[in-house]
């Protein structure tokens, strides 16, 4: 019977239907391999496009941030004008003028206090013996007194000369460190020297003028340290009155 196979050719079938179905399989291993390739090719891609949008997005924010900036560069750029020139120059020229207002001033005060200083320090050195000189008064009055007195004895006439004369020694020593007297007798009346303890009215006299020298004043170097106590001429029927030296 031709149709009939025999087990060698049976075999054979089998054998090419067994490789005919490996290599089916082979086949859709490699589809699936492929497929498997292409899906992780288009994940890749994915990823790319998405780190490219970002990377274009962060190039595009950065461009904007250039544009943004690019008016204040030029403006910065921009030479300056004749009108901020001049506006600039007045400012300057205003502090400087401020400047120099306020050296001055500062000069001026630190020569105000030299001068101030200067003057103390002469004070100091021509006045240091003003309480030493209003001590030493009572010496010199008494020295008077003694003097009068001795004028008045004719017995001691001797003693009122030696008096007298230490008395003289004594007024020189004292001119000689500043200290001067005052004895106005006859002289015009002066409130700033004088201290008035009565007027009287004397017609051979001057009006105001003084008649008698109760005490003598002293002044030191100028300054008054103790005003002379006098007795003044008041006019005849005249309503004058004489400043007294309350300060005294």
Not at 110 to 128: G, L, P
Not at 196 to 224: F, H, T, W
Request: net charge negative; aromatic share 2%.
């Amino acid at each position: 019977m031709a149709d009939e196979k025999s087990p060698d050719e049976e075999g054979v079938d089998k054998a090419s239907e067994a490789g005919g179905t490996d290599a089916e399989v082979e086949k859709e291993e490699k589809a699936e391999g492929s497929e498997e390739e292409e899906g992780s090719e288009e994940e890749e891609g994915s990823e790319e496009e998405v780190e490219n949008e970002e990377v274009a997005k962060e190039e595009g924010e950065e461009e904007e941030g250039e544009e943004e900036d690019t008016p204040e560069a030029e403006a910065e750029d921009e030479p300056p004008t004749v009108e901020s020139l001049s506006a600039a120059l007045v400012e300057a020229e205003t502090k400087v003028a401020e400047f120099k207002d306020q050296a001055l001033r500062a000069k001026a005060d630190v020569e105000n206090i030299r001068r101030r200083a200067a003057r103390d320090v002469e004070n100091a050195h021509k006045y240091a013996l003003e309480r030493m000189t209003g001590e030493l008064l009572p010496v010199l009055d008494s020295l008077e007194k003694a003097v009068e007195s001795a004028a008045m004895a004719t017995q001691a006439s001797a003693m009122g000369e030696g008096v007298e004369l230490s008395l003289k020694m004594f007024l020189t020593a004292l001119s000689r460190v500043g200290i001067e007297q005052l004895d106005p007798l006859g002289e015009p009346f002066d409130p700033r020297f004088h201290e008035a303890l009565a007027m009287v009215e004397k017609p051979d006299s001057e009006p105001n003028s003084v008649m008698e020298v109760i005490q003598r004043g002293y002044s030191l170097n100028g300054r008054l340290v103790r005003a002379a106590k006098v007795v003044v001429v008041k006019a005849a029927g005249g309503d004058e009155e004489c400043a007294v030296n309350a300060d005294a």
